[in-house]
Structures are given as C-alpha cells and as structure tokens.
C-alpha cells in the first residue's frame, strides 16, 4: 500500500509547492505517544488534520489542477480506520502510518468518539445536517472474523458484508 510516492519524498521537498502541508513523524514522537498512555483526544485529531492536510495537498497537486474537485477527508480517514482494524501486518502498518496513529484501537477510539459526536447526532442545532454511510465488503471466498464485523457494527455503526464478487 503506497499512498503518495511523490509526497514526502525529500528529493522534491524544496519544488513542492505546498511543501508546508507535509508532516513527519519522527520516531521520538512516536515513542513519546506511547509513553504517555491512554489517547489523547487532542493529539489524535491534530494527527488525524496532519494526514488530511496530506491527502488534501496530493489531490490538489495530482488529480484536481485543472477540475473541480471534492473530497471528504472525515470519511477517508473512517474507511481507513475500518480497513484498518481488520489488516495485519505490513498494510496494517502503513495505515497507521499514514493515518498518524500508534494502534488500531486509537483509531477506533478516535473513530468512536467522531461517529457519536458528530456523525451519529442526529440533532438539528441550526448547523448543517451530516449523514453518512459506511460500510466494508469483501469478496465471500475471504470470511469476515466476527471480532473485525462486531468493530466495524459497534465502533464506526457501520457493516461488514461477504458478497459474491464473482457473479456480481
């Protein structure tokens, strides 16, 4: 899984020209998170606008010179999330890199927290209404583990389906 190749690459850091938008994550950083303990709501939203500041700064570079383009980095960061707390391994590790994050479990705490404090409110306080949907498909020949479908049903209110890709 690689994201950006020509983002973050320092051979192009002095020609980016929203250079300023790129963030790294030193090691120190990272080891001082996990010093620190339990996730701090703050931290992880400023990691959270980091990696979406990244995102943002790719599409406008890449894809979106010469057309309207628009994105939602709210819901790029869930579905990353969600694909997230079911990946292992290297892809596991590249998700949370690029999403700033030290485990799966802040991610869903994170994630938790944004679905029941704005997306899940269904309030109408005067703002603009938000709906969103979410979900996560994988093709039936790769069951889903009941532990990743119960994160995805409780933490993101969203579903985990197996469907026939093949014929479909």
Same mark, same amino acid.
């Given at each position: 899984?690689?994201?950006?190749?020509?983002?973050?690459?320092?051979?192009? !850091?002095?020609?980016?020209?929203?250079?300023?938008? /790129? +963030? +790294?994550?030193?090691?120190?950083?990272?080891?001082?998170?996990?010093?620190? #303990?339990?996730?701090?709501? /703050?931290?992880?939203?400023? /990691?959270?606008?980091?990696?979406?500041?990244?995102?943002?700064?790719?599409?406008?570079?890449?894809?979106?010179?010469?057309? =309207? +383009?628009?994105?939602?980095? %709210?819901?790029?960061?869930?579905?990353?999330?969600?694909?997230?707390? $079911?990946?292992? $391994? /290297?892809?596991?590790?590249?998700?949370?890199?690029?999403?700033?994050?030290?485990? =799966? &479990? &802040?991610?869903?705490?994170?994630?938790?927290?944004?679905? !029941?404090?704005?997306?899940?409110? #269904?309030?109408?306080? $005067? #703002?603009?209404?938000?709906?969103?949907? =979410? #979900?996560?498909?994988?093709?039936?020949?790769?069951? %889903?583990?009941?532990?990743?479908? &119960?994160?995805?049903?409780?933490?993101?209110?969203?579903?985990?389906?197996?469907?026939? +890709?093949?014929?479909?």
């Amino acid at each position: 899984l690689k994201l950006f190749p020509s983002v973050g690459s320092s051979s192009s !850091s002095s020609s980016h020209p929203l250079g300023f938008l /790129r +963030f +790294f994550l030193t090691a120190e950083k990272k080891k001082r998170r996990q010093e620190e #303990g339990p996730m701090d709501l /703050r931290d992880s939203i400023q /990691r959270q606008t980091e990696s979406s500041l990244l995102l943002a700064s790719h599409i406008a570079i890449s894809e979106a010179r010469e057309v =309207n +383009f628009v994105f939602s980095p %709210l819901t790029v960061h869930i579905a990353l999330s969600m694909v997230a707390a $079911g990946s292992t $391994g /290297r892809t596991n590790d590249q998700i949370l890199s690029f999403l700033r994050a030290t485990t =799966n &479990e &802040e991610l869903n705490s994170l994630s938790a927290k944004i679905v !029941s404090l704005i997306l899940a409110d #269904g309030s109408t306080l $005067g #703002g603009p209404t938000l709906y969103s949907a =979410n #979900g996560i498909w994988v093709d039936e020949s790769m069951p %889903l583990k009941p532990a990743f479908a &119960e994160i995805v049903k409780d933490v993101y209110e969203a579903e985990a389906k197996a469907v026939d +890709f093949q014929t479909k």
